[in-house]
Protein backbone atom coordinates (compact mmCIF):
# COMPACT_ATOMS: atom_id res chain seq x y z
CA UNK A 1 0.00 0.00 0.00
CA UNK A 2 1.20 3.19 -1.18
CA UNK A 3 1.66 5.59 1.80
CA UNK A 4 2.93 8.89 2.17
CA UNK A 5 3.44 10.27 5.83
CA UNK A 6 4.24 13.88 6.65
CA UNK A 7 5.44 15.35 10.34
CA UNK A 8 6.62 18.50 11.95
CA UNK A 9 4.20 20.49 11.77
CA UNK A 10 3.39 22.88 14.35
CA UNK A 11 2.77 26.33 16.19
CA UNK A 12 5.98 29.19 14.79
CA UNK A 13 6.01 32.63 15.38
CA UNK A 14 6.70 34.66 12.45
CA UNK A 15 10.19 34.77 10.76
CA UNK A 16 10.68 31.29 12.83
CA UNK A 17 11.49 28.14 11.20
CA UNK A 18 9.88 24.63 10.61
CA UNK A 19 11.37 21.49 9.06
CA UNK A 20 8.56 19.13 7.55
CA UNK A 21 9.52 15.52 7.05
CA UNK A 22 7.48 12.62 4.84
CA UNK A 23 8.22 9.50 5.06
CA UNK A 24 7.06 7.07 2.21
CA UNK A 25 6.47 3.68 1.98
CA UNK A 26 5.28 0.51 -0.06
CA UNK A 27 6.44 2.16 -3.49
CA UNK A 28 10.06 2.57 -5.10
CA UNK A 29 10.75 5.92 -3.30
CA UNK A 30 14.23 7.07 -5.96
CA UNK A 31 11.98 6.27 -8.68
CA UNK A 32 9.25 9.02 -8.60
CA UNK A 33 9.29 12.62 -8.29
CA UNK A 34 7.50 13.91 -5.26
CA UNK A 35 5.52 17.60 -4.35
CA UNK A 36 5.03 19.64 -2.06
CA UNK A 37 1.17 20.92 -1.50
CA UNK A 38 -0.41 23.46 0.54
CA UNK A 39 -3.91 24.55 1.73
CA UNK A 40 -4.73 27.32 3.62
CA UNK A 41 -7.80 27.45 5.61
CA UNK A 42 -10.92 27.26 3.42
CA UNK A 43 -8.99 27.73 0.42
CA UNK A 44 -8.13 25.24 -1.95
CA UNK A 45 -4.61 23.45 -2.82
CA UNK A 46 -1.71 25.54 -3.30
CA UNK A 47 1.09 23.91 -5.68
CA UNK A 48 4.62 24.95 -3.80
CA UNK A 49 7.68 22.69 -4.73
CA UNK A 50 8.79 19.76 -6.85
CA UNK A 51 12.01 17.33 -6.76
CA UNK A 52 13.09 15.30 -9.82
CA UNK A 53 14.43 11.23 -8.89
CA UNK A 54 17.76 12.29 -7.71
CA UNK A 55 17.06 15.48 -6.54
CA UNK A 56 18.91 17.81 -9.91
CA UNK A 57 15.80 19.28 -10.66
CA UNK A 58 13.64 21.34 -8.49
CA UNK A 59 10.79 24.13 -8.37
CA UNK A 60 9.27 26.22 -6.21
CA UNK A 61 5.96 28.49 -6.65
CA UNK A 62 7.15 32.54 -5.97
CA UNK A 63 5.33 32.68 -3.58
CA UNK A 64 8.24 30.52 -1.56
CA UNK A 65 10.84 31.11 -3.47
CA UNK A 66 13.91 32.25 -1.59
CA UNK A 67 12.45 31.12 2.04
CA UNK A 68 11.64 27.50 1.27
CA UNK A 69 13.80 24.44 0.24
CA UNK A 70 12.86 20.82 -0.65
CA UNK A 71 15.23 18.24 -0.39
CA UNK A 72 15.24 13.97 -0.38
CA UNK A 73 16.67 11.69 1.30
CA UNK A 74 16.54 8.23 -0.78
CA UNK A 75 18.05 6.28 1.37
CA UNK A 76 15.74 6.80 4.07
CA UNK A 77 12.41 6.83 1.93
CA UNK A 78 12.31 10.64 2.80
CA UNK A 79 11.30 14.10 1.55
CA UNK A 80 11.54 17.27 3.45
CA UNK A 81 10.78 20.97 3.27
CA UNK A 82 13.16 23.83 5.28
CA UNK A 83 10.77 26.63 5.42
CA UNK A 84 12.68 29.73 6.91
CA UNK A 85 11.30 33.23 7.53
CA UNK A 86 8.38 32.13 7.61
CA UNK A 87 4.86 34.63 7.79
CA UNK A 88 1.05 34.49 8.41
CA UNK A 89 0.08 33.71 5.24
CA UNK A 90 2.02 30.41 5.51
CA UNK A 91 -0.34 29.17 7.47
CA UNK A 92 -1.96 25.84 5.66
CA UNK A 93 -1.83 21.97 5.67
CA UNK A 94 1.11 20.70 4.22
CA UNK A 95 0.95 18.09 1.84
CA UNK A 96 3.70 15.37 0.62
CA UNK A 97 2.29 14.57 -3.16
CA UNK A 98 3.59 11.73 -5.37
CA UNK A 99 3.88 12.73 -8.67
CA UNK A 100 2.93 10.43 -11.63
CA UNK A 101 4.21 10.27 -15.17
CA UNK A 102 2.59 8.98 -18.31
CA UNK A 103 3.40 9.34 -22.41
CA UNK A 104 0.56 11.76 -23.66
CA UNK A 105 0.02 11.17 -27.22
CA UNK A 106 -1.86 14.47 -27.77
CA UNK A 107 1.13 15.86 -26.47
CA UNK A 108 3.82 13.56 -28.26
CA UNK A 109 5.45 14.19 -24.71
CA UNK A 110 5.56 12.96 -20.80
CA UNK A 111 3.20 14.52 -18.58
CA UNK A 112 2.33 14.57 -14.97
CA UNK A 113 0.10 14.61 -12.57
CA UNK A 114 -0.65 13.98 -8.71
CA UNK A 115 -1.98 10.60 -7.72
CA UNK A 116 -1.32 9.95 -4.16
CA UNK A 117 -1.36 12.23 -1.44
CA UNK A 118 -0.25 12.29 2.39
CA UNK A 119 -2.49 12.72 5.39
CA UNK A 120 -1.39 16.35 5.62
CA UNK A 121 0.77 18.62 8.37
CA UNK A 122 -0.63 21.66 9.79
CA UNK A 123 1.50 25.08 10.06
CA UNK A 124 0.79 27.48 11.83
CA UNK A 125 2.61 31.06 11.62
CA UNK A 126 1.22 32.91 14.91
CA UNK A 127 2.54 35.85 17.13
CA UNK B 1 -1.95 31.84 -19.72
CA UNK B 2 -3.34 28.48 -18.64
CA UNK B 3 -6.50 29.23 -16.16
CA UNK B 4 -8.72 26.50 -14.86
CA UNK B 5 -12.42 27.62 -14.01
CA UNK B 6 -15.08 25.32 -12.07
CA UNK B 7 -18.40 26.04 -10.89
CA UNK B 8 -18.35 26.91 -7.07
CA UNK B 9 -21.24 24.62 -6.11
CA UNK B 10 -23.06 21.94 -7.25
CA UNK B 11 -26.22 19.64 -5.66
CA UNK B 12 -27.58 16.18 -6.27
CA UNK B 13 -30.41 13.91 -4.51
CA UNK B 14 -28.87 10.73 -2.96
CA UNK B 15 -28.93 7.55 -5.47
CA UNK B 16 -29.03 10.27 -8.54
CA UNK B 17 -26.14 11.17 -11.03
CA UNK B 18 -24.13 14.07 -11.17
CA UNK B 19 -21.59 15.51 -13.89
CA UNK B 20 -19.02 18.01 -12.24
CA UNK B 21 -17.32 20.58 -15.34
CA UNK B 22 -13.40 21.34 -15.51
CA UNK B 23 -12.84 24.47 -17.98
CA UNK B 24 -10.25 25.11 -19.67
CA UNK B 25 -9.46 28.83 -21.19
CA UNK B 26 -9.02 29.42 -24.72
CA UNK B 27 -5.78 27.91 -26.69
CA UNK B 28 -5.77 25.10 -24.00
CA UNK B 29 -8.25 22.73 -24.64
CA UNK B 30 -5.54 19.96 -25.42
CA UNK B 31 -4.48 19.37 -21.58
CA UNK B 32 -5.47 16.27 -19.83
CA UNK B 33 -6.84 16.83 -16.23
CA UNK B 34 -6.76 15.02 -13.25
CA UNK B 35 -9.91 14.94 -10.31
CA UNK B 36 -9.57 15.32 -6.70
CA UNK B 37 -11.64 14.83 -3.88
CA UNK B 38 -11.29 15.68 -0.68
CA UNK B 39 -13.97 15.06 1.49
CA UNK B 40 -14.66 16.67 4.85
CA UNK B 41 -11.83 17.16 7.51
CA UNK B 42 -9.54 14.68 5.12
CA UNK B 43 -6.80 15.10 2.74
CA UNK B 44 -7.56 14.93 -1.05
CA UNK B 45 -7.59 12.26 -2.99
CA UNK B 46 -6.85 11.27 -6.48
CA UNK B 47 -10.31 10.05 -8.66
CA UNK B 48 -9.36 9.94 -12.09
CA UNK B 49 -7.32 11.43 -15.22
CA UNK B 50 -9.41 12.70 -18.02
CA UNK B 51 -8.11 13.03 -21.36
CA UNK B 52 -8.36 15.48 -24.15
CA UNK B 53 -10.31 12.53 -25.91
CA UNK B 54 -12.40 11.55 -23.72
CA UNK B 55 -10.34 8.42 -22.31
CA UNK B 56 -9.78 8.64 -18.41
CA UNK B 57 -7.44 6.34 -16.44
CA UNK B 58 -8.78 6.13 -12.42
CA UNK B 59 -6.93 5.56 -9.64
CA UNK B 60 -6.55 2.20 -7.35
CA UNK B 61 -9.59 1.29 -5.85
CA UNK B 62 -12.16 3.77 -7.23
CA UNK B 63 -15.18 2.67 -7.39
CA UNK B 64 -17.32 2.29 -11.22
CA UNK B 65 -19.54 5.17 -10.12
CA UNK B 66 -16.84 7.53 -11.36
CA UNK B 67 -16.19 8.00 -14.53
CA UNK B 68 -15.05 10.61 -17.13
CA UNK B 69 -15.23 12.67 -20.68
CA UNK B 70 -14.23 15.40 -22.11
CA UNK B 71 -15.95 17.97 -24.60
CA UNK B 72 -13.74 20.51 -26.15
CA UNK B 73 -12.12 22.63 -23.45
CA UNK B 74 -14.18 20.94 -20.79
CA UNK B 75 -13.19 17.95 -18.94
CA UNK B 76 -16.33 16.02 -16.74
CA UNK B 77 -16.26 14.01 -13.79
CA UNK B 78 -19.48 11.96 -13.75
CA UNK B 79 -20.66 10.33 -10.82
CA UNK B 80 -23.68 7.84 -10.76
CA UNK B 81 -25.57 6.26 -7.18
CA UNK B 82 -24.24 9.08 -5.08
CA UNK B 83 -23.82 7.86 -1.67
CA UNK B 84 -24.01 10.31 1.22
CA UNK B 85 -19.46 10.02 1.38
CA UNK B 86 -20.12 11.43 -2.12
CA UNK B 87 -20.92 14.82 -0.41
CA UNK B 88 -17.12 16.78 -1.03
CA UNK B 89 -14.93 19.04 -2.27
CA UNK B 90 -13.70 18.44 -5.76
CA UNK B 91 -10.69 19.97 -7.57
CA UNK B 92 -9.01 19.66 -11.04
CA UNK B 93 -5.64 19.89 -11.55
CA UNK B 94 -3.95 20.84 -15.37
CA UNK B 95 -1.90 17.83 -15.89
CA UNK B 96 2.01 18.50 -17.43
CA UNK B 97 1.93 22.03 -14.80
CA UNK B 98 0.48 22.29 -11.56
CA UNK B 99 -1.88 24.19 -11.32
CA UNK B 100 -5.86 23.74 -9.57
CA UNK B 101 -9.21 24.76 -10.16
CA UNK B 102 -11.29 26.57 -7.69
CA UNK B 103 -12.80 23.71 -6.86
CA UNK B 104 -17.14 22.16 -6.41
CA UNK B 105 -18.31 21.54 -3.64
CA UNK B 106 -21.03 18.75 -4.17
CA UNK B 107 -23.94 19.05 -1.92
CA UNK B 108 -25.53 15.36 -1.69
CA UNK B 109 -29.33 15.81 -0.84
Known amino acids: EVQLVESGGGLVQPGGSLRLSCAVS????????INWVRQAPGKGPEWISYISTSGSTIYYADSVKGRFTISRDDAKNSLYLQMNSLRAEDTAVYYCVRDRQYYDHIWGSYRSYFDYWGQGTLVTVSA | QLVVTQSPSASASLGASVKLTCTLNSGHSRYAIAWHQQQPEKGPRYLIK???????TKGDGIPDRFSGSSSGAERYLSISSLQSEDEADYYC???????FGGGTKLTVL
Open chain 1, 26 to 33: GFNFSTYE
Open chain 2, 50 to 56: VNSDGSY
Open chain 2, 93 to 99: QTTGTRI
